[in-house]
Nanobody, 118 residues
């Protein structure tokens, strides 16, 4: 059974940090092409944030978060983490984890709210 559990969101002051987790089950690490995050702020379009490939652990980031966010995969489980530093109010959004299988199918987490206050 496929399951996603996202956690780590919350309220933080500008300049602070949060670490998002995307814990999945029902997949094997060898079947996963990549895990990543999108975010969507109120009244704005969904924005891709970051992706990590499971085979090569290649990471890619949106320009808006490069140098502040770090994505990594779990070496033992089909999970991923997004460390977010130097947060600012423009980072306020619902962050949704997604997983892409090698065959191309994509699965989504339920999303977690991140709110950054001044």
């Amino acid at each position: 059974q496929v399951q996603f559990v996202e956690s780590g969101g919350g309220l933080v002051q500008a300049g602070g940090s949060l670490n998002l987790s995307c814990a999945t089950s029902g997949f094997t690490s060898s079947s996963i092409a990549s895990i990543g995050w999108y975010r969507q702020a109120p009244g704005k379009q969904r924005e891709w944030v970051a992706t990590v490939t499971f085979n090569s652990e290649t990471t890619n980031y949106a320009d808006s978060v490069k140098g502040r966010f770090t994505i990594r995969r779990d070496n033992a489980k089909p999970n991923a983490y997004l460390q977010m530093n130097s947060l600012n109010p423009e980072d306020t959004a619902v962050y949704s984890c997604y997983l892409t299988l090698i065959g191309g199918s994509r699965f989504w987490g339920q999303g977690t709210q991140v709110t950054v206050s001044l």
